[in-house]
């Protein structure tokens, strides 16, 4: 068969034939090629025929085939650099990775070639973005064809409502509030939390909660209780729900006196004092006479009526439960911590010590206690007190009422400053290491802590070999 070729023509004159056909009979190809060579096939160029042998047309048709690969491979892949040599073979550039079909989908620069790949209209179009960055949409205008249009809600305002609390929502809410106040004290805080709820009904039963939480609580959190009080009143708590508040209360003590035996002339003590703080009339009390026939709230009325009548004689009422301890003055506290150990040495009662202790309520603190004993034993001119004092700290570190670490803190404060008793108790380093000594036989403190007392240099004469050298040694 014979083949169509296009001769062209180079600079020099010499034809070049190329293949313009994309099928021929493959058997021939492949098993003719001798036949085919021997014979000369009339080519045309520009209107001639000439002759091009078969070497020529095989290489014509192998640069074509070249040429469709590459067009075939540039257009499913961008990344790869294929081009063709002098002679019509593929040479393979540097290979780059193909580009995945789903980064093709996620890639938002225009596939056209066009532009300076940028990102389509200017970064804000694309499936989940919501506009281009720093742009501020206008109030949408209500459409009145819009078929959900309700002329009615056109002009509605929308509030938050909360539901008022029941009982049950009430004791649940209110009472983390209350707890968490007795460790902050501020009751601007407690005014806040109160003032977001809807109370409703059951703001009478504020201050009856938190005055039962106070009966089994420390002094110093009945104090903040009775200053909870005072702050809610006007803002938060209307005279009328404290007196209904109060009414609750005085009704519930044969209840609340099963928990806590001293309820009634803690509820007195808590009447009198609002009373003191113009919260309830002076004439609450008065009110009830003749008309109390629970002996429980008779006892807590007689007692505020007591405190009422010593408060005209002197008495401050307001500080009735005392302050916290964290919340005295250090001097304050040093002061009381002599009183009780001046106590102690003339009644004996340890247990009465103890409790006196605790209610100061400064456990970080009872160090300074361990100090002022030992002070006092230096102080002392008898073995009274120097018995005394060990066993009410033997007692006081079994107990575990002062911990290990305020003890220890307590003996190196007299360490250090056992210089300066030493100038107005002359004894003084030798009645410390009997007191050390007693401390370590008795439990009281360890081994390396008596190992840290300190000793006064003296002065010794040497009679022997020393001529009545003056010689310093410390024991």
């Given at each position: 068969p014979l083949f169509t070729n296009r001769v062209t023509l180079n600079e020099k004159g010499e034809g070049k034939a190329e293949d313009l056909s994309d099928s021929f009979a493959s058997g021939e190809e492949d098993n003719g090629g001798s036949v085919i060579a021997n014979k000369n096939i009339n080519n045309e160029i520009n209107g001639n025929w000439v002759s091009s042998s078969s070497n020529s047309i095989h290489e014509a048709r192998l640069k074509a085939k070249a040429k469709r690969r590459l067009r075939k491979n540039s257009s499913r892949d961008s990344g790869r650099g294929d081009s063709l040599s002098d002679n019509g073979d593929a040479v393979r550039g540097t290979t780059v990775a193909p580009t995945s079909p789903k980064s093709k989908l996620l890639d938002r620069k225009s596939r056209l070639g066009k532009g300076r790949g940028l990102p389509k209209k200017g970064g804000a179009g694309g499936k989940g973005v919501w506009g281009r960055?720093?742009?501020?949409?206008?109030?949408?205008?209500?459409?009145?064809?819009?078929?959900?249009?309700?002329?009615?809600?056109?002009?509605?305002?929308?509030?938050?409502?909360?539901?008022?609390?029941?009982?049950?929502?009430?004791?649940?809410?209110?009472?983390?509030?209350?707890?968490?106040?007795?460790?902050?004290?501020?009751?601007?805080?407690?005014?806040?939390?109160?003032?977001?709820?809807?109370?409703?009904?059951?703001k009478s039963e504020v201050p009856s909660l938190a005055v039962s939480l106070a009966l089994e609580a420390k002094a110093s959190q009945r104090e903040l209780t009775s200053r909870l009080l005072a702050d809610l009143c006007g803002s938060i708590l209307s005279r009328g729900d404290m007196e209904s508040s109060f009414d609750k209360l005085l009704q519930e003590l044969p209840d609340l006196v099963l928990d806590t035996p001293g309820a009634p002339q803690l509820v007195g003590q808590f009447i009198a004092r609002t009373v003191s703080d113009q919260i309830l009339s002076k004439s609450y009390i008065e009110g009830y006479k003749g008309r109390v026939d629970c002996e429980?709230?008779?006892?807590?009325?007689?007692?505020?009526?007591?405190?009422?009548?010593?408060?005209?004689?002197?008495?401050?009422?307001?500080n009735q439960w005392g302050s916290g301890g964290g919340q005295r003055p250090v001097t304050q506290l040093i002061k009381g911590m002599n009183l009780l150990l001046k106590e102690y040495i003339l009644s004996g009662d340890s247990k009465e010590a103890e409790r006196c202790l605790k209610d100061l309520e400064v456990p970080h603190f009872h160090h300074e206690f361990v100090y002022e004993a030992i002070v006092m034993v230096l102080e002392s001119k008898g073995e009274k007190t120097f018995k005394m004092v060990l066993q009410l700290l033997k007692s006081l570190s079994s107990s575990s009422v002062i911990t290990v670490d305020q003890m220890k803190r307590g003996y190196e404060r007299v360490y250090?400053?056992?210089?300066?008793?030493?100038?107005?108790?002359?004894?003084?380093?030798?009645?410390?290491?009997?007191?050390?000594?007693?401390?370590?036989?008795?439990?009281?403190?360890?081994?390396?802590?008596?190992?840290?007392?300190?000793?006064?240099?003296?002065?010794?004469?040497?009679?022997?070999?020393?001529?009545?050298?003056?010689k310093i040694e410390s024991y």
């Open positions: 960055s720093g742009e501020v949409y206008e109030p949408e205008q209500v459409d009145e064809k819009d078929p959900n249009y309700d002329e009615a809600q056109e002009n509605c305002v929308y509030e938050t409502v909360v539901p008022p609390l029941d009982e049950r929502d009430f004791e649940k809410t209110v009472t983390p509030i209350v707890q968490e106040y007795f460790e902050h004290a501020d009751t601007n805080e407690v005014a806040e939390l109160l003032a977001e709820l809807n109370l409703g009904p059951m429980y709230a008779r006892a807590a009325l007689d007692r505020a009526a007591v405190l009422l009548k010593m408060n005209l004689g002197g008495l401050r009422i307001d250090m400053d056992i210089a300066e008793i030493n100038i107005d108790v002359p004894r003084a380093y030798f009645i410390l290491e009997q007191t050390v000594d007693k401390s370590f036989s008795m439990g009281i403190i360890d081994v390396k802590l008596r190992d840290l007392c300190p000793c006064r240099g003296r002065k010794r004469f040497v009679s022997e070999g020393d001529g009545g050298v003056v």
